[in-house]
């Protein structure tokens, strides 16, 4: 067993979604502990087996599940063969896994939920429990592109749910957010995989 790979996985992981990823459940956490693989989608376990890690290769239950590389100490992909698509057997599943980190702050969820964070060289709107699709999207589609954010607590971790059409489409864990500005994470696979945002 590879030690210095496998003490590297300690913690807790979410899989970010890119555009070629489609999750199911929308929210997908790994947690390296004790010698256990545990998912889960935050709130709930999907399941926990026993794993083990040789050279780049990680078994379950000694059943071959994946191979990985660190992009650094916490990014890492993990290379899965797209069992369910009889197409395309060959092809091989790019997972990236981000490790959870505590949100610096020193604000409360409330006050968090008032702020308004915006980039427009991103066209990037971050606010909390209001409608964020342009109106006249809305008007066209009869009101059926509605567009949200929420914002979750797990932990000392805060996230941002999006939510299209009233169905979660994807999180992103907040590494750090002040009264004047918003660090969002792993959701990106370009470097730095982060983006600072200005209070508006």
């Known amino acids: 067993m590879n030690l210095s790979f496998g003490q590297n996985f300690e913690g807790k992981w979410i899989l970010t ?7 199911v459940p929308k ?9 256990k693989l545990i998912s889960s989608d935050l709130e709930k376990i999907i399941f926990s087996h026993n794993f083990k890690i040789i050279e780049n290769e990680i078994f379950v239950e000694n059943n071959y599940f994946g191979s990985f590389k660190f992009k650094n100490e916490n990014r890492f992909t993990l290379f899965k063969k797209d069992e369910k698509d009889e ?3 060959k092809r091989k599943l790019e997972l990236d896994f981000v490790r959870l ?6 604000l409360n969820q409330k006050e968090i ?8 060289d991103y066209d990037l709107k971050i606010a909390f429990n209001v409608e964020l699709q342009k109106p006249e999207i809305l008007e066209i589609l009869k009101r059926k592109a509605t567009k949200k954010m929420l914002l979750k607590k797990i932990g000392k971790a805060y ?6 059409d009233g169905e979660l489409d994807s999180v992103i864990p907040i590494r750090k957010v002040t009264s004047e500005y918003i660090e969002i994470y792993g ?6 995989y ?3 945002i200005k209070r508006k």
């Open 194 to 196: 982060s983006l600072t």
């Open 87 to 89: 197409k395309y057997e």
């Open 27 to 35: 929210i997908n956490v790994f947690e390296f502990k004790d010698g």
């Open 187 to 192: 959701f990106s696979r370009k470097e730095p």
């Open 113 to 120: 939920e008032k702020l308004t964070f915006e980039d427009t």
């Open 159 to 164: 996230f941002i749910q999006n939510y299209e």
């Open 101 to 106: 980190e505590k949100t610096e702050t020193e």
């Open 17 to 23: 979604k890119n555009g070629d990823t489609y999750l």
